[in-house]
C-alpha cells in the first residue's frame, strides 16, 4: 500500500511554517520549478537524501546527494525545487533556517556552497523538495548530518635526508591529513624534478606516501620542496602546502643496513724477522735491541707472520751447529709479537729438506716447534700455521704438497693443538713459472678441492712497483674473482694477504745495482730507497684498503723491521717500516701509516661496504691474466670502513690521485662526504701525512649532522681515519 497523501501533506504543513516564520532566508530562484523526475510506480519512499556538511574559517557549505529506491523506478532528478537548511546551537535548539530554492543536482548531487558560518560538530538539517512527473509530483525527504572539518593536507616528511651522488634513489613525500575529519585528494610536486606530479589520497587524521625517482649530480647539500595543490575538498588552509628539506648528497656512504663484506677481521700487521737477536743480524755493538722493540710494541701490529727454518733454526742440513742461537732468537721475536699484542702466524720457510728426506710423517718437528712455543714458552697468540713459503714457485709438487699438510695436521691433533692453531694454505704468487704448472689458479683450485677439510683459509702474496699501482688493484681483484667466483661456495674461505710490498728499481744513478728486491726511487735523481719515502705508506695503505673492500680477512706487510732471514738477504732485504739502529732505528712513513690503521681497528670487528660499489671497483678486463694491472681504472676517492661490537666506527680513505706523490700536493685538499654515519655523534678525525711529512697528526673532531652526514678535507698526498676510537 502506498501513503504518498501523508507526504504531500507534511510539505504542505512546511510550506505553510515558512510562509509565517519571520526571519527565515529564501535563497535561490522564484517561481515554479521544472519538473525533474519520474516515478512511475513509487514505493513509501521512493526517495532518500544522504548529507556532507564541511566547515572551516571561510564557512561552511554542505553537499546533498538524493538517491532513488531501486525498487521504485523513480530517476534521479537533475534539479530540485528547494532544500531548506537549518541549523542548531549545540543545545538542540535552532540558530538559522534558509531555503534554497530551484538548486541543480546533476546526477542528484546538489552543493550549496556556503549555508553561514557554523562551528565543528553542529547539527545540520536539510529538507528536499522533489518534484515529479507522476503520479503525485512532489516528496520531500530529509536528512540531518553533523558539521565537520574540512580536510587540511600539509607535507609531513620528504625523505632521505641524505643520498649519494649520481644515484638514483627514491624521494618519498609523506603527505598527512591533520583536521582529523575527512580524508582528501590531491597532486604532489616536487622541485627536484620539474613538470612530475604525483596523485595523492589520504584519509582522515590519515598520511600517504607518494614517490619520485631523483638523482643529484653533484655531492652537495640540496634543498628540495615538495607542494601539496588542487586539493579536494577544498582546505581549511592552504597556506601550509609546502615544504622545504635538505638532501644531503654525498660522495660515498656505509649502506644501510651495513653491508658486511667480513664479520670478523683477523687484522692488519707484518713480518717480524725471526733471526733479529742472532748473530746473523749484527746489531752494532754497545747497543741494546731496546728501543726497536719499544717501537715495534708501539706499532700494535695484528696479525704478524714469522718464519721457521728447519737449517737455520734446527740445523736439519747440518751446517748450523749454532742453530740454538738462532732457535732462541726466533722464540724471542716471537714472545716480541705477542707482547706487541698480536695474533701470530707460523710459516715452515722452505721445504727443500722435507722434499728430499724420508716419505714417512715428515712434519713432526715442526709440530714440535708449535707445541714449544704454544705450551713450553706459553705463547698462545701463535694461532695459526702454514707449511712452505710460496710453494707455487719452488719445486714442491701438488701431491707432496698435500701430504706434508696432511702430515702437519695429524701431528698437530697427536698433540692436542689442532683446536689453537688453525692451517692456513697456500702463500701463492701469482705465477711461479718453474716448468711446472705453478698458477695461483691452479694451486688454489687444487688446495680449495682436495685440502678443505684441513685448511682453515686461504693466503696470497702479492708485489708491485711503485710507478703501476695498478698491479696491486689487479691482484687484489683477481684473486677476489678465484676465491669468490671460481670456487664454488661449498669451498670458499676466508682469504688473507700474508706478504705483500711496494718494489723500486734494481739500479739507478750512482747506486750500487740490487738484482733480487728492487729499491730505488728514480723520480728522486738521488735515488733514495723506496722504503723511506711517502709514496711507500701511501700505497701500501691503500692495498691494506683495497683488500677490505674486496673481504680480505687480514693482511700482514713485508717488513717490520731491520733485520737478516739469512745469508741471502744480507744486504738487500730493504723493506722496513723501521730502520736499522746504526740509523737509530728510525720510524718510515710507511711505519706511521700503518699506526693509523692499526690503532683505529681491532680484530674481530667487521669489514663493511662503502658505497658506491660497482663492477668497476672488482672487475678487470681480464682475469688470470699473468701480469695484468688496472691501468685504466680511474683515480678516486677508496675507503673502508669497520665496525665494532660495541657500537665502534671507523672510515679509513685516501684519494688515488695522489698515488705517484711523494711530496705535499700543491692542489687543493680532497673533500670528503660520508653518509650513513650516526647523526649528530662526534669523530675524531687523524691524518697521515697531511703536510707530506710522513707522520701522524689529529685534524681535528667532525660532528655528523643530524642526516648522519660527515664533511671535511684531507690534503692529496695524505691518508685519514675518521673514528670513534679515541685516538692521539
Not at 691452479?442 to 678441492?449: E, F, G, P, S
Request: aromatic residues 10%; hydrophobic residues 40%.
Amino acid at each position: 500500500m502506498r501513503h504518498k497523501q501523508p507526504q504531500r501533506g507534511w510539505w504542505l504543513r512546511a510550506a505553510c511554517a515558512v510562509a509565517v516564520v519571520g526571519g527565515i532566508a529564501s535563497v535561490g530562484a522564484t517561481g515554479a520549478s521544472a519538473k525533474t523526475g519520474v516515478c512511475p510506480n513509487s514505493v513509501d519512499t521512493p526517495y532518500s537524501v544522504e548529507l556532507k556538511a564541511l566547515t572551516g574559517p571561510a564557512g561552511a557549505d554542505l553537499t546533498v546527494v538524493v538517491k532513488a529506491d531501486p525498487a521504485s523506478k523513480c530517476t534521479v532528478p537533475d534539479r530540485l525545487d528547494q532544500i531548506r537548511v537549518k541549523t542548531f546551537k549545540t543545545n538542540g535548539k535552532q540558530e538559522t533556517a534558509q531555503n534554497f530554492d530551484d538548486v541543480s543536482a546533476p546526477g542528484g548531487v546538489a552543493h550549496i556552497a556556503d549555508i553561514g558560518q557554523v562551528p565543528a560538530g553542529r547539527q545540520v538539517e536539510a529538507r528536499v523538495t522533489v518534484r515529479t512527473v507522476a503520479p503525485d509530483g512532489m516528496y520531500v525527504p530529509r536528512a540531518t548530518t553533523t558539521t565537520l572539518l574540512r580536510p587540511d593536507l600539509v607535507v609531513k616528511e620528504i625523505t632521505p635526508k641524505q643520498a649519494l651522488v649520481g644515484t638514483s634513489f627514491t624521494a618519498g613525500v609523506v603527505i598527512a591529513e591533520r583536521n582529523g575529519d575527512v580524508g582528501a585528494t590531491a597532486d604532489v610536486t616536487l622541485s627536484a624534478i620539474p613538470g612530475a606530479v604525483e596523485h595523492v589520497s589520504v584519509g582522515p587524521g590519515g598520511t600517504a606516501t607518494v614517490s619520485f625517482s631523483v638523482s643529484f649530480a653533484s655531492a652537495v647539500p640540496v634543498d628540495v620542496t615538495a607542494t601539496v595543490m588542487n586539493v579536494a575538498p577544498t582546505e581549511t588552509d592552504a597556506t601550509n602546502n609546502t615544504l622545504t628539506s635538505t638532501v644531503d648528497v654525498t660522495q660515498n656512504q656505509l649502506a644501510s643496513p651495513f653491508r658486511v663484506l667480513f664479520p670478523s677481521l683477523l687484522g692488519y700487521g707484518a713480518q717480524f724477522g725471526m733471526h733479529v737477536y742472532a748473530p746473523i743480524t749484527p746489531w752494532p755493538p754497545g747497543l741494546t735491541h731496546d728501543d726497536a722493540d719499544a717501537k715495534v710494541k708501539a706499532l700494535e701490529p695484528q696479525l704478524v707472520r714469522i718464519f721457521y727454518n728447519d737449517n737455520w733454526d734446527a740445523n736439519a742440513n747440518g751446517k748450523f751447529p749454532d742453530y740454538q742461537t738462532n732457535y732462541n732468537s726466533f722464540v724471542q721475536v716471537v714472545q716480541l709479537a705477542q707482547d706487541a699484542g698480536a695474533t701470530i702466524d707460523i710459516t715452515f720457510q722452505s721445504l727443500g729438506n722435507v722434499l728430499t728426506g724420508p716419505t714417512g710423517p715428515p712434519m713432526a718437528k715442526f709440530a714440535d716447534v708449535i707445541q714449544d712455543l704454544v705450551v713450553n714458552h706459553g705463547l698462545t697468540n701463535v694461532r695459526w700455521a702454514d707449511v712452505g713459503n710460496e710453494p707455487n714457485s719452488g719445486s714442491v709438487t701438488w701431491d707432496r704438497y698435500q701430504a706434508l699438510y696432511r702430515s702437519f695436521d695429524a701431528e698437530l691433533r697427536a698433540r692436542g693443538l689442532r683446536d689453537q692453531i688453525k692451517l692456513m694454505g697456500g702463500g701463492l704468487v701469482e705465477n711461479g713459472g718453474n716448468g711446472a704448472p705453478r698458477d695461483h689458479y691452479q694451486w688454489m683450485k687444487l688446495i680449495a678441492q682436495n685440502m678443505g677439510d684441513i685448511v682453515d683459509g686461504y693466503a696470497e702474496h702479492v708485489y708491485w712497483f711503485y710507478y703501476d699501482p695498478g698491479r696491486l688493484e689487479y691482484r687484489l681483484r683477481d684473486t677476489w674473482h678465484l676465491t669468490n667466483e671460481v670456487l664454488p661456495p661449498e669451498q670458499r674461505k676466508p682469504v688473507y694477504m700474508m706478504e705483500f710490498g711496494i718494489r723500486g728499481l734494481t739500479a739507478c744513478d750512482g747506486k750500487p745495482t740490487v738484482a733480487t728486491l728492487p729499491i730505488y726511487y728514480a723520480v728522486d735523481p738521488t735515488c733514495p730507497e723506496i722504503w723511506r719515502l711517502n709514496i711507500a705508506g701511501f700505497q701500501q695503505l691503500w692495498f691494506n684498503i683495497d683488500s677490505a673492500q674486496l673481504s680480505v680477512a687480514g693482511a700482514s706487510k713485508w717488513d717490520a723491521y731491520w733485520s737478516r732471514y739469512d745469508n741471502s738477504s744480507a744486504g738487500n732485504q730493504l723493506y722496513w717500516m723501521i730502520g736499522p739502529p746504526t740509523e737509530g732505528s728510525p720510524l718510515t712513513p710507511t711505519y706511521n701509516a700503518m699506526w693509523l690503521l692499526f690503532h683505529t681497528t681491532a680484530p674481530g670487528w667487521q669489514i663493511l661496504g662503502v658505497d658506491p660499489w660497482d663492477s668497476s671497483d672488482w672487475g678487470v678486463p681480464a682475469y688470470e691474466t699473468s701480469g695484468g694491472d688496472t691501468t685504466t681504472d680511474q683515480p678516486e676517492q677508496e675507503l673502508a670502513a669497520y665496525y665494532g661490537p660495541a657500537g665502534e666506527l671507523t672510515v679509513v680513505g685516501l684519494d688515488t690521485h695522489g698515488k705517484s706523490l711523494n711530496v705535499a700536493s700543491t692542489d687543493p685538499p680532497s673533500p670528503y662526504s660520508i653518509g650513513g654515519l650516526p647523526p649528530s655523534t662526534t669523530f675524531t678525525l687523524a691524518e697521515w701525512n697531511a703536510t707530506g711529512d710522513g707522520t701522524d697528526s689529529i685534524a681535528g673532531p667532525v660532528t655528523t649532522n643530524a642526516a648522519g652526514v660527515a664533511r671535511f678535507a684531507v690534503p692529496l698526498q695524505a691518508a685519514f681515519a675518521l673514528t670513534t676510537v679515541p685516538v692521539s
